[in-house]
């Protein structure tokens, strides 16, 4: 599950648009036990693409996933 942070960074977006877009009911998402908005990736996924780097890797041309240092685990 995505926080609103976690999910702003996996889609390039601002923490402002995700929210939003909850509010709007493009992207179901449910507040925990701590007041925290929790995300489903794949219903996150589903309205905005996973962000991509522009960069390719080595010889096979496959584009990488773009890392955000917000979704490191720690």
Not at 5 to 18: D, E, F, H, L, M
């Amino acid at each position: 599950m995505y926080t609103i942070a976690t999910a702003a960074a996996a889609v390039g977006r601002n923490k402002t648009a995700i929210l939003r877009a909850i509010k709007a009911g493009k992207i179901s998402a449910a507040k925990d036990e701590n007041g925290e908005w929790q995300i489903d990736p794949a219903d996150l996924h589903r309205i905005y693409p996973l962000l991509r780097s522009a960069s390719m890797r080595g010889n096979d041309m496959q584009p990488h996933l773009y890392q955000s240092p917000l979704l490191t685990p720690v």
